[in-house]
Every structure is written in structure tokens, then in C-alpha cells.
């Protein structure tokens, strides 16, 4: 036993010692140095794409050169590398969309976020970092801190272009680490963009100023060795130790032969354990690295305990859904606030980072606000504005009596959760696709003024993609739009969420599940079905004892939510063209084509 043991660990070391010091290390030494315009030099972990090179592996980084630019992109997202020190192992660079026009009217491609340069080897020097944010606000600001963009950006930067609403935006930016409370009520933050230059502080900077600042760009930290490799220095520096320990190479090679069956099982079991824990340990650090990155522009940050304090020890649950339980708590100011508290799921913190990433900025009258959020480890929470008359469903399902809504009030909540999923689609630097619009994530505060809410599913994507990669079924039947099933139906988009819109229209007119086995006729086991079949016959829409005026509100919202529900995508209107049908006259609408069909 003792015998097998001790060879199993001569065994280990031998194959950690030829693995190390024989595979890894000899194409770091064999990679020659290569240069693109002003960055010369460029070598190990750095290489150029497509350069010629006597190395059997990639390098650790790859750059590539265009228009004697050395360029580093990172989940699609390009940056032009304005320098490497070798010494302090950072790499500067900066988003090449700043660089766009060569003046100060160039913007960044899109909001900063860490987790877009987050990989293995990658993170984000903290130290020295200066953060910029992008505002765009109703009214003027009378305030140092905010610096007005319209000498460089009238003409460019104009929020309200990708906005339905007809309105005189005002565009700042502002320095500094900012908790999202400091920022005015009527202003909301639409871009984020870090920099590393140490005279961005200056005083009196005009915003053409702080762009030149920007120029300077960031800095991130990178790691020289594959962090499985950690010893393999010392296993290299020991060769001569493990040389003796086993003798000459014919003895090696016995000796592999005869014990590898011996230990390859338990190697293997101590391996998987091993990757395992690192990934695992490697997800906690990711969310916690994310969000301190984030931190300067994040709503509060909470300890565990402070989130237990805030609950009363989790006393009074609102609710709960499939990995999460939703707690009432209240802040040391009085405001009474949900606490969502995340359990285990099997997106390793994915859903988190997608609700903090999506609505961490956001600032709109129909998207619910964080608050805060806390994160330790495995402990997750997020704080919420309390939505105190919960969440749609109960108004359109509920058979409870007090929990009808009139006709006029739902029609009013359309308009409203119709607006914050144009502004989703539309009003921020990313389009952002909710993928899980339906009536439990609709949340109505006293006044009834919904919010869309839960954004564990969400997708961020370029403004100007028209269509975004293929992505696997993702939302609650029903509500789902078909594209995402069947692909020769269309390419997915923010279509997906129109359709969404659709069924939960349908179901606002209806009070009830669109589809339902115990309807009273058969014909309206299927309501969509059903209700296209009364409007091609001229019919009016029979639902309870309604007024005249409340009879043109349902047929007006059922002929939004067919043209919401069809089949094929390239039928079905914007997020911005469904909000113009609502608020318009239903003399002004085209009878929809029949929804079930891609003709």
C-alpha cells in the first residue's frame, strides 16, 4: 500500500515535471519578438496575428495589426493597445470608438463593463482609475459636477433619437466614483468610460478636455502564466532532483508503464476535484471582481448581515420564484424595499451579473430600480424599490375579490410597460432583450405605474445589430416567442420581446390565460384564435359588461396584440411603433393579418 502510494507521487511529479518544463516552457522561449506601428517588441504573452513564428502554440494574447494600429479585441469589442510595460505586466488601451473622428464628438462603442474584458488571465487595474459618466437629463443641471457635451456632441450624442418621445435632452458628464443616488432624479446615466490618466482630475476641464483625457485610456493587469501552472518553476528549478529520484530513461519508461495503470484513476479523480473547485472558486471571484469594478457606479453595496438586519432575519416573504425568495425589509432612512435573495442555480451567477448589469443604470419611470445589492461568495441579494401592489398576475388571474382592475387601468399599464421595454430596446447604450416578459414580472407601485422587472434572462447586444447570435430557448411557455424554437422562422431579435408583449396583452384584455382547456366554447379554448375569428367577422369582442368607450379600448389593445403575436418576426411592429398604435385612435389601426401563419 505504502510501496504503491509513494510510487503514485514519484509518478505525479514526474508527469507535473515533463508536462511543465517540456511542453509549456519552450514555446515561450521560442516566440520572436514583432512590431505594429508605435508598439514594438511585442512578445511573450503578446503576438501578432498571422505572424510567421517557429512556435507550436498560440500566444497567450493575440493582437492584430490594422493600419499600423495594434489592436486587441475582447468579446468582439475592439480596443487600439497604446502601450504594454513588460514590467509591471499592464496593457494599455483604449475604446477604438473615441478615435473614430479624431475630434471630441467620437464616442466609445458602448458603455464600460470589466465583465467584457474578464477571461483568465485579465482584470482591471483598479489603482489610478477615473471614472467618466455620459448623462442625458430632462431638465438643465446647475452644478460643477456636471459638465456640459454640447460644444463637441450637438449633432451626435443626442439620447433622444432612440427614444419614441419627442424631447430637448441635455447631455453631461460627470466625474468621479458615484453612487447612482447623487445622480439628479430627471438625469439618467447612459454610458460609462474608465481612464487611467493621472491628470484627469484636473481642475476647470471642459468636456473637450476630458475627451482628450480618455484618449489616455485604461489600464489592465495580466498574468504571464497559465495559473494550472503555478509551480511549474519550482518543478523545473527540482529537474535534477526528480532525475535522480528515478534513474535513466529506460527506467522512466518501465516505470510509466508499470504503475500507470496503477495511477492514472486516482490522477484523474484528484484532477476533476481540483478543476472543479477552481472554477467554482474562480465564478465566486468573478461576480465579486464584476461588481467591485462596478462598485463606483453601482447602487449600494450590503454586507450579509446588513441584508438580514434590513429583512428583520427574512420575517415577511412577498414571494418567491424558481431560484429565489423575494423578502420585505426596510433601509435605515424608513424606505421599505424588496430583498431578493438568489439561491443555487445552474447559471454560476450568471443571472446575478445579468440583473446587475442590465439595471444597475438604469433610470425610467417603467423599469423597476436597484437599489443595492450584496455579494459574499456564495450569498447573493439584491435590494429593490418596493413595488407595494406586487406583481401583475395577481390582477389579471386572481378571482379574489378587490384585485380587478378596470378596463382604463389596464389599458394605462399597457402604455406603461410598453414604454420601459421600447427604452430597453432602444433607450440605452446596449439594447437590452428581457427574453422573459410575462404578467409575474410586471410589478405595479401604489399608484399602479408598472415596471418591468427580473432580468435573470436578459441578453445585452450592440444597438445596430439587427439580429443577435443564435441563443438557446429561453423565457416561460407561452409567452416565448416561436423564433426561438424554430429557426427557419426568422433570426432572433428584440422581435422576441414584441411577441412576449403580445401575450400579455392578449391576457391584460382577456383576464385569463390565453390558452385555456376548461373555456366555457370550445372556440376559445384559444383566445388569440378566437378573438382574430370575431374581428374578421366584423364582431364585436364580448368580455363582461363594459361601456361603449371601454369596448373601443379592448379592440383597440387586441388588434396591437395580434399584430405583437405574429408568426413570422419581420411582421411584427417595433417596441416604438407598438407604444404610437396604443396611444393612437383604433380608427387609425390596420386590421392585423392572421397571426398564425409565415405568409
Request: charged share 20%; glycine share 6%.
Amino acid at each position: 500500500m505504502h510501496l504503491g502510494r509513494f510510487v503514485c507521487t514519484k509518478f505525479s511529479l514526474l508527469h507535473l515535471f515533463l508536462l511543465c518544463c517540456g511542453a509549456k516552457t519552450l514555446p515561450y522561449q521560442c516566440q520572436k519578438p514583432s512590431s505594429c506601428g508605435q508598439i514594438l517588441n511585442i512578445s511573450h504573452p503578446f503576438g501578432l496575428k498571422g505572424d510567421p513564428g517557429n512556435c507550436s502554440e498560440e500566444p497567450l494574447y493575440q493582437l492584430e495589426c490594422e493600419n499600423d494600429n495594434t489592436v486587441f479585441y475582447s468579446k468582439a469589442l475592439k480596443y487600439y493597445v497604446l502601450a504594454i510595460n513588460y514590467q509591471d505586466s499592464t496593457i494599455r488601451v483604449v475604446d477604438a470608438g473615441l478615435l473614430q473622428r479624431n475630434n471630441c464628438s467620437s464616442l466609445p462603442f458602448r458603455s464600460f463593463s470589466s465583465y467584457d474584458l474578464q477571461d483568465d488571465f485579465l482584470y482591471l487595474r483598479q489603482m489610478g482609475m477615473a471614472t467618466v459618466l455620459y448623462l442625458s437629463c430632462e431638465n438643465p443641471v446647475d452644478s460643477s459636477h456636471y459638465i456640459d457635451t454640447r460644444p463637441c456632441t450637438h449633432g451626435v450624442y443626442n439620447p433622444a433619437n432612440r427614444s419614441s418621445m419627442e424631447r430637448q435632452y441635455y447631455s453631461y458628464v460627470m466625474l468621479g466614483n458615484r453612487n447612482v443616488s447623487e445622480i439628479a432624479d430627471h438625469c439618467r446615466i447612459d454610458m460609462v468610460v474608465k481612464s487611467s490618466s493621472p491628470t484627469i482630475y484636473s481642475e476647470n476641464l471642459s468636456y473637450a478636455d476630458i475627451h482628450n483625457q480618455l484618449l489616455y485610456g485604461f489600464q489592465l493587469g495580466y498574468s504571464w502564466v497559465n495559473p494550472d501552472l503555478d509551480h511549474c518553476g519550482f518543478l523545473c528549478m527540482s529537474g535534477i532532483i526528480t532525475a535522480d529520484l528515478f534513474g535513466n530513461a529506460a527506467s522512466l519508461i518501465a516505470l510509466i508503464i508499470v504503475v500507470g495503470r496503477l495511477c492514472t484513476l486516482p490522477l484523474v479523480v484528484a484532477f476533476l476535484i481540483y478543476k472543479w473547485r477552481r472554477r467554482h472558486l474562480s465564478m465566486f471571484d468573478m461576480v465579486e471582481d464584476f461588481l467591485q469594478s462596478q462598485n463606483n457606479l453601482m447602487p449600494i453595496k450590503y454586507s450579509f448581515s446588513e441584508i438580514k438586519k434590513m429583512t428583520n432575519g427574512f420575517k415577511t416573504m412577498l414571494g418567491e420564484g424558481g431560484y429565489s425568495f423575494v423578502y420585505k425589509g426596510k433601509l435605515r432612512s424608513g424606505r421599505i424595499v424588496a430583498v431578493k435573495i438568489l439561491g443555487k442555480s445552474k447559471c454560476n451567477g450568471q443571472e446575478f451579473i445579468n440583473e446587475v448589469i442590465t439595471i444597475g443604470r438604469i433610470h425610467h419611470a417603467n423599469v423597476v430600480q436597484l437599489i443595492g445589492f450584496c455579494a459574499e461568495r456564495s450569498k447573493r441579494a439584491l435590494v429593490y424599490e418596493f413595488m407595494a401592489n406586487g406583481s401583475l398576475e395577481k390582477y389579471i388571474f386572481s378571482q379574489e375579490s378587490g384585485t380587478s382592475l378596470s378596463c382604463k387601468k389596464m389599458y394605462e399599464i399597457s402604455i406603461g410597460v410598453a414604454r420601459g421595454i421600447e427604452y430597453l430596446h432602444k433607450g440605452c447604450d446596449m439594447q437590452i432583450l428581457h427574453f422573459d416578459i410575462k404578467p409575474h414580472n410586471i410589478l405595479l407601485d401604489e399608484n399602479f405605474i408598472p415596471k418591468v422587472s427580473d432580468f435573470g434572462l436578459a441578453k445585452l447586444y450592440p444597438i445596430e445589430d439587427s439580429m443577435v447570435p443564435h441563443t438557446a430557448a429561453r423565457g416561460t411557455m407561452g409567452y416565448m416567442a416561436p423564433e426561438l424554437f424554430y429557426k427557419n422562422i426568422g433570426g432572433i431579435s428584440y422581435k422576441a420581446d414584441v411577441y412576449s408583449f403580445g401575450m400579455l396583452l392578449m391576457e391584460m384584455v382577456s383576464k385569463r390565460k390565453n390558452l385555456n382547456a376548461f373555456a366555457e366554447h370550445s372556440s376559445q379554448i384559444y383566445f388569440p384564435s378566437w378573438v382574430f375569428d370575431q374581428l374578421s367577422l366584423g364582431k364585436e369582442i364580448e368580455i363582461g359588461e363594459i361601456t361603449d368607450e371601454e369596448k373601443e379600448i379592448v379592440k383597440k389593445m387586441v388588434m396591437v396584440s395580434l399584430w405583437c403575436i405574429q408568426m413570422k418576426p419581420s411582421n411584427r411592429p417595433s417596441m416604438n411603433k407598438v407604444v404610437e398604435m396604443l396611444e393612437n385612435e383604433v380608427c387609425c389601426l390596420q386590421m392585423p393579418p392572421t397571426p398564425f401563419n409565415l405568409v
